[in-house]
């Protein structure tokens, strides 16, 4: 398994300025995954940040509003640019492992949840 | 079409009771499948994977029907501490993405 810390775990931010979520795994990964998820919805993946290359954006998700750092393979960033209220929502990052019978498990971070006023 | 469909409920039962939860996919290749729990304003953490040959684990059985392509997670004996969302996960096997259901609401009443 692996231990995730994310940071921060809530804001509450101005309509026009960016926030940047902190993801920091105690072993190195491969990839690290954010996804959100809105009130009442299910994990939508935003993207697959790789070590050493640009992320891979997933439909409905691009680079000018969900930039992402991948530095080193224990560390990512995922910065939320020019916020509305519409991304009002929890923001988690994921990582992959594998598990029992060679399933290969998500593990979490405790998530960031965001206010847009 | 989603590529995973969950009865949102809540489902209100009694403690003690059994209660069964069945989620769809639309993938017939996926390979794995979870059931995940997610208790309010935390981040989901793995109940338990599902087997083609069927799970336990204490109170919780989960189970798998490839031809029909729904799995499903039965607990026995409800708990107060039950109560929480559960997720069901599949992932699809070329790039190991993972689409996750809306959750299942489950309330254990005293």
């Known amino acids: 398994s692996a231990v995730i810390s994310q940071k921060p775990s809530r804001d509450i931010c101005q309509r026009g300025t960016s926030l940047t979520i902190q993801c920091q795994v105690d072993?190195?990964?491969?990839?690290m995954f954010w996804y959100r998820q809105q009130p009442g919805q299910s994990l939508t993946l935003i993207a697959t940040?790789?070590?050493?290359?640009?992320?891979?954006?997933e439909s409905g998700f691009v680079i000018d509003k969900f930039p992402i750092s991948r530095p080193n393979l224990t560390f990512s960033t995922l910065t939320v640019s020019n916020m509305s209220p519409e991304d009002s929502s929890i923001y988690l990052c994921?990582?992959?492992?594998?598990?029992?019978?060679?399933?290969?498990?998500?593990?979490f971070g405790q998530g960031t949840r965001l206010t847009v006023v | 079409r989603k590529e995973v469909e969950q009865d949102p409920g809540p489902f209100n039962v009694p403690e003690g009771a059994t209660v069964a939860f069945n989620c769809t996919y639309s993938?017939?290749?996926?390979?794995?499948f979870f059931w995940y729990r997610q208790d309010c304003r935390k981040e989901p953490k793995l109940l338990m994977s599902?087997?083609?040959s069927g799970n336990e684990d204490g109170r919780f059985t989960a189970q798998l029907n490839r031809a029909s392509q729904y799995i499903s997670l039965l607990i026995r004996d409800s708990k107060l501490s039950d109560s929480a969302t559960y997720l069901c996960?599949?992932?699809?096997?070329?790039?190991?993405?993972?689409?996750f259901g809306s959750g299942t609401k489950l309330n254990v009443k005293p």
């Open positions: 994921s990582v992959e492992y594998l598990g029992v019978g060679a399933n290969t498990e998500a593990f």
């Open positions: 072993s190195q990964v491969t990839m």
């Open positions: 940040a790789n070590q050493g290359s640009e992320a891979t954006y």
């Open positions: 993938n017939s290749a996926s390979q794995s």
């Open positions: 599902v087997y083609s």
């Open positions: 996960v599949v992932v699809e096997g070329n790039f190991n993405k993972f689409y």
